[in-house]
């Protein structure tokens, strides 16, 4: 279909999205009905959807009608991550769970198509639903975790029910593996809501999996990002036992990769301790490995998606001198390169630069950046996020705050997640 020229240009450029999603289905002709299984919605959604017209739009309910009917993001209205006349409807939990599984559904569907395992079996089974787990991860970054629990929730009883019916010790570990990374995606999405005795559970849940899968890298890392947890949660020692069991799980034959992190996660243990000795030590060590893997070409080994990079040792360098309240190890770095494209991360780091400031005396500054980490905090609903503005706020002790404080008082006071 000529997406350039005709109708649907010329429906996009008025902004009327859903007459551009009814030339594109019609094109391909599919039903109303068809689309909206595709996407979770009832016949009568997708009716409403497609008479529209210039008004705002579910960007949810564009992505996957997109993604699925293969429209170039630009057509309506998301293109470079922004909408134009877009805004979020509907606020009822069972219309955003609905969203949320045609969404993901819609965004696993391409990479599916092109998939080399045969659907009918269990490498197969094991390959989509480690998509989907991939799929709910991307939306982490512009969606609330309480959003996706339920969804991921489902998804993990879904693993749980093909696992169970799986024959054979490969098809069986295969499906644990899957487990193991769905259950530490939980695990993320209950830290990030506050909820640290269910984080701790998906964790120890998912290392569980992993070492019934019998995958010794897959077992140190889900080892290491609960220690990370712990650290961040003030636990030092804890995370530093798990650390070194990680390390002992892979042995001498570990990846640059993992020693790299482990080294980083180490860092956060001993700050968490206050050992500002071991901090350094562990962040050089971290940083020299990581400057080596610059020069590689190899992708990073699974479960590793993303190669680790100097930033991500001078993002942790932040957030222990934070937590150590050292101001010239947080302003130092040059923190526009460590800004990240996900929207929670970003406000955490924020929330350490403005305890570097703190730290330093600059309480101006340091309440202007934690009150813009607030309302992403705010806007995602993220108990994290809050928790760790309530950390600022309580380091700073004073009987006549200025009126930013006071500003921010107003506001944290009048969150409740």
């Not at 109303?32 to 016949?43: D, I, R, V």
């Not at 809501?193 to 019934?212: C, L, P």
Request: with cysteine; proline share 4%; glycine share 8%.
């Amino acid at each position: 279909m000529d997406f350039q020229t005709g109708p649907v240009r010329d429906a996009s450029r008025t902004g009327d999205y859903g007459r551009v999603i009814e030339l594109a289905r019609r094109a391909r002709k599919m039903t109303q009905t068809a689309l909206g299984q595709a996407l979770g919605l009832s016949q009568s959604a997708i009716s409403r959807l497609e008479k529209r017209g210039s008004a705002s739009y579910n960007t949810d309910v564009l992505s996957a009608a997109a993604a699925h009917l293969q429209i170039p993001p630009v057509l309506v209205g998301l293109a470079s991550g922004r909408t134009a006349q877009v805004q979020a409807e509907d606020d009822d939990s069972m219309y955003r769970r609905t969203v949320l599984g045609g969404a993901v559904a819609a965004m696993a569907a391409p990479i599916l198509a092109a998939s080399p395992d045969t659907p009918d079996s269990t490498g197969g089974q094991a390959a989509a639903l480690r998509l989907t787990t991939s799929a709910y991860r991307r939306l982490d970054a512009t969606t609330p975790s309480r959003d996706l629990a339920d969804a991921v929730d489902g998804h993990i009883r879904l693993i749980q029910t093909i696992t169970r019916t799986a024959t054979g010790d490969t098809d069986r570990a295969r499906l644990a593996a899957v487990g193991s990374e769905a259950a530490s995606f939980a695990g993320w999405l209950a830290w990030d809501r506050g909820d640290h005795g269910s984080a701790r559970s998906w964790y120890g849940g998912a290392i569980k999996a992993a070492r019934t899968a019998g995958n010794a890298l897959l077992t140190a890392y889900q080892a290491g990002t609960l220690a990370q947890f712990e650290a961040h949660a003030g636990n030092g020692i804890e995370a530093l036992n798990l650390a070194h069991r990680a390390r002992r799980v892979l042995g001498d034959q570990r990846p640059a990769v993992a020693d790299a992190w482990l080294s980083s996660v180490e860092a956060l243990g001993h700050a968490a301790v206050g050992d500002r000795r071991g901090v350094d030590r562990a962040l050089t060590a971290s940083r020299i490995l990581a400057e080596a893997l610059m020069g590689e070409q190899e992708p990073p080994p699974w479960p590793w998606v993303f190669s680790f990079t100097p930033d991500k040792v001078a993002a942790c360098r932040v957030a222990c001198g934070a937590r150590l309240h050292l101001p010239e190890w947080v302003l130092d770095e040059d923190v526009e390169a460590l800004s990240t494209g996900h929207a929670k991360q970003r406000a955490l780091l924020v929330l350490d630069i403005a305890a570097g400031h703190l730290a330093g005396g600059r309480v101006e500054a340091a309440f202007a950046l934690a009150s813009r980490a607030l309302e992403a905090g705010i806007r995602y609903r993220s108990g994290r996020i809050v928790e760790r503005a309530r950390a600022v706020r309580r380091s700073l002790t004073s009987n006549s705050p200025p009126k930013a404080v006071r500003d921010f008082d107003e506001r944290l006071h009048n969150v409740y997640l």
